[in-house]
C-alpha cells in the first residue's frame, strides 16, 4: 500500500496534489514509515504527533547538528552545521539562544504591537482603495518583513529589497528588476557586516546588537555567524508568516460561517490564531538525525538515519484533535506543533501570533467585503508549504 503513495518529496504533491490524503494513510497503517530518496538511500517519515514530538524534543537522540531539512545529498556537510543556533544541540544551542532570547519575550514583542498594527492597517487600506490584490504578494509578504525590520534594525529601503528577494527566491525565478536574486541577497549580508561596526558603538535593543553584546560577553561567535544568523531569522520569519497569513487568509475566505464570526465579533482572536497556524503548518518538516541506534514506535533506527518528522500531518492527527479536518476558528484545545517543539521550539512564535491577531482584528472590521477573484496557486515545495499567489477583489461595504 505505501510504495503506491505519492513520494513525500515531490514537489507536485504539494503544488497539485492532496498531501494530507497521504499523511493520513501514513499515521494510519505506518506512523514511522521509511522512504527511498537522494543519494544516500532514504530516511524516516514521522507523522503521527506523539511520535513526531518524541523526535522533536530528544537531542540526545535526535540531533540538529546535521541539518533541519531534506536535501538529497543530506548526508554531505552541511554549512553552519553544529555553528549555527538552529543547526546547534545544547549546549551552544542554549548559549545562543539566551543571548536573543529577550527580543522575544511577549513583553518584548508586545512593544511591536502598534507598529505591526499600523503596517497591516495601511497594507490593508492600500489594497481596498486600488479594489483587488494579490494577498499573498501585497499583503502577507509585506507584513512580516515590515515587522522583522525593526527587530533587525534594518531600513524600509532594505526591507523592500528584501521583499523582492524573497518573493522571487519562492517563485524560483532568476531576476528581479535586474538584480541578480543571489547578488541581492549578498548585498543584504554586507549590510550587516556594517551594522555590526555601528551596534558595537551604539548598541540598542535589536538581533545585531544583542549577538554582538553576547560576543564581547564571551559568547563563542564570530562576525559571520552574526550576520548568518540575522539572515536566518529573517528568513524564519519572513517565508512562514507569509505562509500562515496567505494560506490561513484562502482557508477564512473558504469557510463562510467562520468569516461571517469573525467580522460579527463572535470569536476570540488567540483562539483564532491558533485554529490559523494549525491549519497552514507552513514548515512542512523538520530533519534531525538519529545520534545512536534506537526505537521508535517499535521501528529500529539506526545511527546516522534521517529522520524527518512531517508538522501539517502531527496537526492533524485524529487522536489529539477532534474534527482534525475542519477549520475552526474557535478551537479551545490546540495543541498544533506549527511551530515545532523541544529546545528548538520557534524562538519568533510571540511575534508570529501577534501579527496573525492583529491581522484577523484589522480584516475583522475592514469596511469591504472580499471575494477570491482567481486560482490560488499553491507553493511546490517539501519544506515550505503555502500559496505563491491568491488574486482577491475588495468592494466597499
Ligand atoms: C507563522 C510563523 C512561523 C512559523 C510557522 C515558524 C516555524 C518554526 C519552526 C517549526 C521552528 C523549529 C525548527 C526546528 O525545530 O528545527 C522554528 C524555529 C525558529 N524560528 Fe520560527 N516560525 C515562524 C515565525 C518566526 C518568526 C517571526 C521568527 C523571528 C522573528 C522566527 C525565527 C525562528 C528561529 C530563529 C528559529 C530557530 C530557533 C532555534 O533553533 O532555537 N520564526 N520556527
Redesign the pocket.
Known amino acids: 500500500m505505501l510504495q503506491t503513495l505519492p513520494a513525500l518529496t515531490d514537489p507536485l504533491l504539494y503544488s497539485r496534489g492532496d498531501p494530507h490524503a497521504v499523511w493520513r494513510t501514513l499515521r494510519r497503517e505506518s506512523p514511522v514509515s521509511w522512504h527511498e530518496y537522494g543519494e544516500h538511500g532514504g530516511y524516516w517519515a514521522v507523522t503521527t504527533h506523539a511520535a513526531g514530538l518524541e523526535v ?1 524534543t530528544d537531542w540526545e537522540r535526535f540531533t ?1 547538528t546535521k541539518g ?1 531539512f531534506l536535501r538529497p545529498n543530506f548526508k554531505d556537510p552541511y554549512p553552519g552545521a553544529g555553528k549555527m ?4 544541540d545544547p549546549p551552544r ?1 542554549d548559549r ?2 539566551k543571548a ?1 532570547m529577550g527580543l ?1 519575550t511577549v513583553r518584548a514583542v508586545s512593544r511591536m504591537e502598534e507598529r505591526t498594527r499600523k503596517v497591516v492597517r495601511e497594507a490593508l487600506h492600500g489594497v481596498v482603495e486600488a479594489g483587488r490584490c494579490d494577498f499573498v504578494k501585497d499583503i502577507a509578504a509585506r507584513i ?1 518583513l515590515a ?2 525590520a525593526e ?1 533587525l534594525s534594518i531600513s524600509m529601503d532594505d526591507v523592500e529589497m528584501l521583499a523582492k528577494v524573497t518573493t522571487d527566491a519562492a517563485e524560483n525565478s532568476t531576476d528581479i528588476d535586474g538584480i541578480d536574486a543571489q547578488e541581492a541577497h549578498f548585498e543584504i549580508l554586507r549590510h550587516y557586516s556594517s551594522i555590526i561596526e555601528e551596534k558595537r558603538r551604539n548598541p540598542g535593543r535589536d538581533l545585531v546588537s544583542a549577538l554582538t553584546s553576547a560576543q564581547a560577553e564571551g559568547l563563542d561567535i564570530t562576525d559571520d555567524e552574526v550576520i548568518l ?1 540575522c539572515d ?2 529573517i528568513v ?3 517565508e ?2 507569509r ?3 496567505g494560506a490561513g487568509m484562502l482557508a477564512l475566505l473558504e469557510s463562510p460561517g467562520q468569516w461571517r464570526g469573525l467580522r460579527d465579533g463572535d470569536l476570540r482572536l488567540k483562539p483564532a490564531a491558533e485554529e490559523f ?1 494549525r491549519w ?4 512542512t518538516h ?1 530533519l ?1 538525525t538519529a545520534q545512536h541506534d534506537t526505537v521508535l514506535e517499535g521501528v529500529r533506527i539506526r545511527a546516522g538515519d534521517a529522520v524527518t518528522v512531517w ?1 501539517p500531518s502531527l496537526n492533524r492527527d485524529e487522536k489529539v484533535f477532534d474534527r482534525a479536518d475542519s477549520f475552526l476558528l474557535d478551537r479551545t484545545s490546540n495543541h498544533h ?13 510571540n ?2 501570533r501577534l ?2 491577531r492583529v491581522l484577523l482584528d484589522e480584516l475583522a472590521h475592514l469596511p469591504a467585503e472580499i471575494e477570491v477573484s482567481g486560482e490560488p496557486q499553491r507553493i511546490g515545495s517539501y519544506i515550505l508549504g503555502g500559496l505563491t499567489s491568491l488574486p482577491l477583489t475588495f468592494r466597499p461595504s
Open positions: 522533536l540538529s533541519i543556533m538552529a543547526l546547534s544551542h545562543l539562544r536573543i522575544f512580516p515587522v522583522s527587530l544568523t536566518n531569522v524564519a520569519a519572513n512562514t508568516t505562509q500562515a497569513v497556524l497552514t503548518a507552513p514548515v523538520i534531525r508538522l506543533v506549527s511551530f515545532g517543539g523541544g529546545g528548538h521550539f520557534c524562538i519568533g512564535a511575534l508570529a501579527t496573525i
